[in-house]
């Protein structure tokens, strides 16, 4: 009878802890989206707390529950964002492509599918050039590297110039993507700079 009346304990409060992860998440998502629509209206540092929270009909009180401040969000959303990137390109290790980049290329752009709202408001004339410029950073330190295996050349100059063209240009890529509405499929968009890629390693192999 005991065992019964602790289980019960147990399962009332594991369903509990999943209401409240579910209400978590479903607060940060509205607040994300109110984000996401006034960064596409102003700057960071021009919206406040106030503004956002009644924009999605929430308490600031709730807002604090999570967050310090609108920068301290951001913040929180950038740094996921991040790393959820990083894992995106640790899944296609050097050896595993066989000088082949497009499955982690395709990976990318789903990525940049899934988190299209605050991808095109970050790299927007009011987004975060710190973030972008860290995503930036971070694929050509993984293109100096790991892309020097994938398509067997040396560590030379002329390789250090196409990993930062190849950089800019997919960010550039990226960007035409998100401003023209993600029309075509993250396999297309791959494909397209994969070509692209390509050709370019030609040039100093």
């Given at each position: ?30 607040l ?8 596409g ?6 919206i ?12 600031r ?25 990083r ?40 987004g ?45 890529l ?27 390693i030609?040039?100093?192999?």
């Amino acid at each position: 009878m005991k065992n019964d009346k602790t289980n019960r304990h147990i399962h009332e409060k594991i369903m509990d802890n999943n209401k409240m992860d579910r209400r978590v998440r479903k607060t940060k998502k509205q607040l994300r989206q109110g984000l996401t629509k006034l960064l596409g209206e102003k700057g960071i540092k021009d919206i406040t707390v106030r503004e956002l929270s009644d924009l999605v009909d929430i308490n600031r009180g709730t807002f604090y529950l999570h967050y310090k401040d609108v920068f301290d969000m951001v913040e929180q959303i950038e740094n996921e964002m991040f790393e959820n990137f990083r894992s995106v390109l640790d899944e296609h290790p050097a050896k595993a492509l066989k000088g082949k980049p497009l499955p982690m290329i395709v990976d990318i752009f789903r990525f940049i599918r899934e988190n299209s709202d605050m991808c095109r408001v970050l790299i927007s004339k009011n987004g975060d050039m710190s973030f972008v410029n860290r995503l930036k950073e971070l694929v050509r330190e993984r293109c100096l590297n790991d892309w020097m295996e994938i398509f067997n050349t040396d560590k030379s100059q002329n390789f250090g110039y196409y990993c930062s063209f190849i950089v800019s240009g997919c960010i550039g890529l990226l960007q035409s993507w998100l401003e023209t509405g993600l029309r075509e499929s993250p396999e297309y968009m791959a494909d397209l700079a994969e070509r692209m890629i390509m050709t370019g390693i030609k040039v100093i192999q």
